[in-house]
């Protein structure tokens, strides 16, 4: 069948809607106290305890973080009397090892800064709607059609996502040494005289 009108095609406009932020910064601090400080639970995860926020030793990180989260808020336009670290601990992987998929469960903003890392063992993240992974057609991956998204981690550099995003830690090529934390906002949640309707 042959068209012998064309069809003049105007004004096409794309709009990414509830969009999923990720947002990376990078601190200029020591790590070596942070290091040689770290002591971990005997357990498979090789993880330290979760209250480093609560120490000496991390006030540099601590700092930079509340820094940071203030300015993703702000930029967002959250409203909130004050953040509170929730926990902060650290992970180490070596060679080979893996952190499975998961969330950070009862948190608003969750975190991770590498102090020893390598861009062979990265973080990756997926896609949180549950309609994504129905129909794939083949594409040439980009943001705006992946189903995973994948940041290196570097020494010096962190990552603040949502805490309900579920990521993982595919097996590592390397030693990663890496700390993560969890944020509440301190403040009012929903609109007033909802019933649905709270202070933190």
Do not use: C
């Not at 070596?32 to 770290?38: E, V």
């Not at 009397?81 to 952190?99: F, P, Y």
């Not at 309609?131 to 943001?143: D, F, G, I, K």
């Amino acid at each position: 069948m042959e068209y012998n009108n064309m069809v003049d095609v105007m004004n096409i406009e794309s709009f990414d809607i509830f969009p999923t932020t990720i947002t990376s910064f990078s601190l200029k601090i020591n790590h070596k106290p942070m290091l040689d400080k770290l002591i971990y639970t005997d357990d498979e995860s090789l993880r330290s305890n979760d209250q480093l926020h609560k120490e000496k030793t991390w006030g540099p990180l601590v700092d930079g973080i509340h820094e940071v989260t203030d300015v993703v808020l702000k930029t967002h336009q959250y409203e909130f009397d004050s953040l509170e670290i929730t926990g902060m601990w650290a992970n180490r992987l070596d060679k080979g090892e893996a952190h499975p998929p998961h969330t950070h469960s009862n948190n608003f903003l969750s975190g991770v800064y590498y102090l020893k890392a390598g861009e062979t063992s990265p973080i990756q993240f997926f896609d949180p709607r549950p309609a994504a992974n129905v129909l794939q057609p083949r594409n040439s991956p980009n943001w705006h059609n992946s189903s995973m998204v994948q940041f290196n981690s570097v020494e010096g550099v962190g990552y603040i996502f949502p805490s309900w995003l579920q990521h993982w830690v595919p097996p590592t090529k390397e030693h990663r040494v890496s700390i993560s934390w969890n944020i509440l906002l301190r403040g009012h949640y929903g609109e007033p005289g909802t019933l649905q309707n709270a202070y933190i």
